[in-house]
């Protein structure tokens, strides 16, 4: 993983974009949504490939 890459966060199935290092995580910003820029940070356990999520693109969700 490097900054820039894109990766989903499990947790709430969101598209983020890594930011920097943090710990044993990231600082990443939600790609996509009312809430695109917002910044936090995540576990990098938590944060995969779209191919590799298990998840499916949810229509319509909230991304709170």
């Known amino acids: 993983m490097k900054a820039g890459d894109k990766k989903i966060f499990t947790k ?9 290092r943090s710990g044993d995580g990231w600082i990443v910003e939600r790609t996509k ?28 969700s909230s991304d709170g």
């Open 12 to 20: 709430s199935g969101n598209e983020v974009r890594l930011i920097e």
């Open 33 to 60: 949504g009312r809430s695109a820029g917002k910044q936090m940070w995540c576990p990098e356990r938590a944060l995969v490939n779209r191919k590799n999520s298990g998840l499916t693109e949810r229509r319509g």
